[in-house]
């Protein structure tokens, strides 16, 4: 095994997040599931859009989101994902680099397909729902696939939004294939439980393939996952199929299970949650970033527990404090 270059290389929608409040009759009047994410088509997108509130763009993505977390936190971060030669790819590729997160992926050439982005209507209670129109996100394709980098990475990691178009994920499956040649851990998040529903059988086989060496979810994806009635129950089904197996739980906290030991640790205290987008991936941020400074299950789940706190103490699915300061002051 060669020598790592990077901590995580993460590969996922590249995706500009508008995020709106909205109010519950706005969501029923639309017909919209509160706290889902549907894919969109373009028109759909600009009627949306008419419609919501005064919004406010923030580059996001789940994957992108991990990867600027876990550079936030001093470790080492790539980041793989498809935007257009347009301004809000510019601002895509602007932010994500700015935050030290290497990301080398050209953008498409088509000006046909714009760069995605996604109409966040976020309801007093702070739940996030999401409109999602992938554009150019959903043409990432294994040709885009920089293999030396993949290889590189001590970790893949991986959104389960990727399984939606089937070109990306032809390219996420020639990255596990890269990554496991290499000596390498492959990391997967069930991204949404209704991304959970529509592609159960693929995400188990993936498991059951074992081509997933750290799988994260929350605890409806999990219960949707195993079709387990209680969480405890999906514990138990799900841990012995994977190496490493990490839920969060919201206000609960979060649990990690490897080789049978299991980890517990309480969510950190927030004055008030404003806004969850972003939660389950600045979790995963933490976590990884703990794995890859070995500092060992309970601490790692410290960490991640940390970093979503910050994320939804505020609107938007970046982190606005100093991370690894906040890690250092909370943990020492």
């Known amino acids: 095994m060669t020598d790592t270059r ?30 889902s994410m549907r894919l969109i088509d373009a028109d759909e997108a600009t009627r949306l859009y008419g419609k919501m509130g005064p919004g406010r763009e923030v580059s ?105 178009p089937e070109t990306p994920r032809a390219a996420m499956e020639r990255a596990i294939e890269l990554a496991h040649a290499a000596g390498r851990r492959v990391a997967f998040t069930l991204s949404d439980s209704f991304c959970v529903d529509r592609h159960r059988d693929g995400f188990l086989k993936l498991i059951e393939d074992r081509k997933v060496d750290i799988l994260f979810a929350n605890e409806a994806e999990i219960v949707s996952l195993t079709g387990e009635k209680d969480f405890d129950s999906a514990i138990v089904a799900a841990a012995p199929r994977v190496p490493l197996l990490v839920v969060t739980r919201s206000e609960k906290g979060a649990v990690a299970v490897e080789n049978g030991q299991r980890v517990d640790v309480a969510a950190e205290p927030v004055d008030q949650i404003v806004d969850t987008t972003g939660a389950g991936d600045l979790f995963a941020a933490g976590f990884l970033a703990g794995l890859a400074q070995d500092r060992g299950l309970e601490h790692s789940l410290r960490m991640g527990a940390i970093a979503a706190a910050e994320v939804i103490s505020h609107y938007g699915a970046r982190p606005e404090a100093d991370l690894k300061a906040l890690v250092a002051q909370k943990l020492g």
């Open 6 to 35: 990077l901590d995580v290389l993460c590969i996922g929608n590249a995706i500009v997040d508008v995020i709106a409040a909205a109010d519950e009759a706005f969501l029923t009047a639309e017909g919209l599931d509160k706290g």
């Open 60 to 164: 996001g993505g789940s994957a992108g989101n991990t990867a600027a977390g876990i550079a936030m936190l001093g470790a080492r971060a790539g980041f793989v994902g498809q935007v257009a030669n347009d301004q809000l790819g510019e601002v895509y590729a602007h932010d994500i680099r700015s935050i030290g997160v290497e990301f080398t992926t050209p953008a498409s050439d088509g000006g046909e397909v714009p760069t995605a982005r996604s109409l966040i209507l976020v309801t007093p209670d702070a739940q996030r729902t999401m409109n999602t129109f992938l554009g150019a996100a959903q043409h990432l394709d294994t040709a885009k696939l920089d293999e030396e980098q993949v290889k590189s990475a001590a970790i893949l990691y991986l959104e389960g939004y990727l399984w939606d």
